[in-house]
């Protein structure tokens, strides 16, 4: 019973198994590694994660900690001898316990080799294999052994049974004789399953191998986007530098032209100091007769000389030419402080940013084209779009309008639906867009043929099979094509959309770009027009295209 009750103990309670590689959750109960993982991978498209036995939930996965010593009961466990209590010993040997070889349901006792050779060997006295419980083997209602059975009744009778009781004038059979047709008919439906069996190994089998491709697919996909980031490191170090350059060859010009005007201002300031210093010992002088022969300064150079010709030339002259070296004088100061000023520039933050939006953007294409797709420039087409649908000026930009947009006619022009398609079709390649919608009304993103029609319940995209679309309203989404919605098994809440068409595989995806992003639906298809973006919107919805 000791065995029983710790076997109990060791059982996963999802496989009902012995542990395998036993981990516990954060709540302390213990499963199978394996067990608990698909419980969790299952669990994974709800967003909750809760532990089967006590249903603690969690918003993230839970760590999963490794119990060894719990690994190591279940390995002694299965290590160790059947425990004595289960064990079927011989009535007789009563010094030493010696295991029992039959058991006589006449008598009630089992028989080692050496008792069971002077047991009594009477038709009456009936053996079996050794067991502690006569309860199954003799007539719960006449205590007498079961050696008939009643297919009528499926039971097992004694003597009395078939002669007294009340299955009495029933066809009945040796247990031996029944015993022999039940193996007959197992054997054969035995035979049956081995063919179904097969099957389910095969498609183990299958799946075994998708597994290891996917593992396969996962390490390989891994490996390159590990690449891929580290590229992108490379590559923003890369823009980085350069942007830091840029920066430094403005530094160095702006504070070199700095630099040398110091220099300049700081010779016109030692050529002012000397000429005060002079000034100044000059109005120490106490001689006046060589106070006024020397040259005066203050007149910038002029000279006695000059000053007596310009004495003895008339009035006019001298204010003239005064006044001209004056206005001179007053260039020269006007001019400096121009150029004082022209040097007192800024950095120059556009061309820096300009710098980093083109490294960026060169970042960009190169991940799009390393991932295997590009983002293409959609625009939609005005020839398309209903009179009630108003476009931006960008035509990135679809709006429910209650009054009519002034349209010229055309046969390309969706009439009673207001619909409107991108300029250009996507015949070939991976490609990617976003789209945002407002979370107002009804709206349809997806794909469109060009030959879809323009009037009618069928030019309604998703209605027909040449278009392929998300349907969007408050609180619901659905995949729709061919007239057939089917929910999509998230409800998003974020208002933006990221569309993947794959043509050559014929594979169109929307994704909820909420964190972490979601996965919607998928169709599958064999494309055999160009596909163009097409939107749909009801009720005071706008969808943009934002990528």
């Known amino acids: 019973m000791a065995s029983a009750d710790l076997r109990d103990e060791l059982d996963c309670s999802i496989c009902l198994s012995l542990y395998?590689?036993?981990?516990?959750?954060?709540?302390?109960?213990?499963?199978?590694?394996?067990?608990?993982?698909?419980?969790?991978?299952?669990?994974?498209?709800?967003?909750?994660?809760?532990?089967?036995?006590?249903?603690?939930?969690?918003?993230?996965?839970?760590?999963?900690?490794k119990k060894r010593k719990l690994a190591n009961i279940v390995e002694r466990f299965l290590s160790s001898p059947p425990d004595m209590e289960s064990r079927i010993f011989c009535t007789?040997?009563?010094?030493?316990?010696?295991?029992?070889?039959?058991?006589?349901?006449h008598c009630e006792t089992s028989l080692c080799d050496d008792h069971l050779a002077a047991h009594n060997k009477t038709a009456d006295h009936i053996l079996t294999d050794p067991t502690s419980s006569f309860g199954n083997k003799k007539c719960s209602v006449h205590k007498k052994v079961l050696e008939y059975y009643c297919p009528q009744d499926a039971a097992c009778l004694c003597v009395t049974c078939c002669l007294l009781g009340k299955h009495r004038g029933h066809q009945v059979e040796l247990l031996g004789e029944?015993?022999?047709?039940?193996?007959?008919?197992?054997?054969?439906?035995?035979?049956?399953?081995?063919?179904?069996k097969a099957e389910l190994q095969t498609r183990v089998q299958n799946l075994q191998g998708h597994k290891k491709n996917i593992q396969e697919k996962v390490s390989k996909k891994r490996k390159n986007i590990r690449k891929l980031f580290m590229d992108m490191k490379e590559q923003l170090e890369m823009a980085e530098k350069k942007v830091q350059s840029e920066i430094s060859r403005q530094e160095d010009e702006i504070v070199s032209q700095i630099s040398h005007l110091i220099k300049e201002l700081a010779k016109e300031e030692k050529e002012l100091s000397v000429k005060m210093h002079h000034m100044e010992q000059m109005c120490h002088v106490t001689d006046p007769i060589r106070l006024l022969q020397e040259r005066d300064i203050t007149d910038n150079g002029t000279d006695p000389t000059t000053v007596l010709q310009e004495l003895d030339q008339g009035a006019a002259c001298r204010d003239k030419s005064a006044a001209a070296e004056k206005e001179a004088a007053v260039h020269e100061a006007t001019k400096k402080e121009k150029e004082e000023e022209k040097l007192r520039k800024e950095l120059d933050e556009d061309l820096i940013s300009l710098t980093v939006h083109?490294?960026?953007?060169?970042?960009?294409?190169?991940?799009?084209?390393?991932?295997?797709?590009?983002?293409?420039?959609?625009?939609?087409?005005?020839?398309?779009?209903?009179?009630?649908?108003?476009?931006?000026?960008?035509?990135?930009?679809?709006?429910?309008?209650?009054?009519?947009?002034?349209k010229p006619k055309s046969p390309r022009r969706f009439l009673y639906y207001r619909q409107v398609l991108s300029r250009c079709g996507l015949s070939y390649g991976r490609h990617y867009w976003e789209v945002a919608w407002n979370q107002v009304?009804?709206?349809?993103?997806?794909?469109?043929?060009?030959?879809?029609?323009?009037?009618?319940?069928q030019s309604v995209i998703g209605s027909n099979d040449k278009s392929w679309c998300l349907d969007l309203d408050a609180g619901y989404c659905g995949a729709y094509h061919n007239a057939v919605l089917l929910p999509c098994s998230i409800r998003p809440t974020c208002p933006?959309?990221?569309?993947?068409?794959?043509?050559?595989?014929?594979r169109l995806s929307f994704y909820a770009l909420c964190?972490?992003?979601?996965?919607?639906?998928?169709?599958?298809?064999?494309?055999?027009?160009?596909?163009?973006?097409?939107?749909?919107?009801?009720?005071?919805?706008?969808?943009?295209?934002?990528?």
């Open 20 to 65: 395998t590689d036993p981990v516990s959750l954060r709540c302390g109960h213990n499963f199978c590694r394996l067990c608990i993982v698909s419980a969790l991978d299952a669990q994974e498209a709800a967003g909750v994660y809760s532990c089967p036995d006590c249903r603690e939930e969690s918003p993230q996965r839970p760590a999963l900690e």
């Open 515 to 547: 964190d972490p992003i979601r996965h919607l639906h998928t169709f599958t298809a064999s494309f055999t027009e160009p596909l163009h973006v097409a939107f749909y919107v009801e009720d005071g919805a706008s969808v943009t295209i934002t990528s």
């Open 441 to 457: 009304g009804v709206c349809m993103i997806g794909v469109s043929y060009p030959s879809i029609k323009r009037k009618g319940e």
């Open 496 to 506: 933006t959309f990221g569309v993947f068409l794959d043509y050559e595989a014929g």
């Open 358 to 406: 083109r490294s960026m953007r060169d970042i960009v294409t190169s991940v799009t084209s390393g991932l295997g797709f590009r983002v293409p420039n959609v625009l939609l087409d005005e020839d398309t779009a209903c009179i009630g649908v108003e476009l931006s000026a960008d035509l990135k930009t679809a709006t429910y309008s209650e009054e009519v947009q002034q």
């Open 178 to 196: 029944a015993s022999k047709k039940k193996k007959e008919k197992l054997r054969k439906y035995l035979g049956e399953l081995n063919p179904q």
């Open 92 to 105: 007789y040997c009563i010094k030493s316990p010696v295991p029992a070889v039959r058991t006589c349901l």
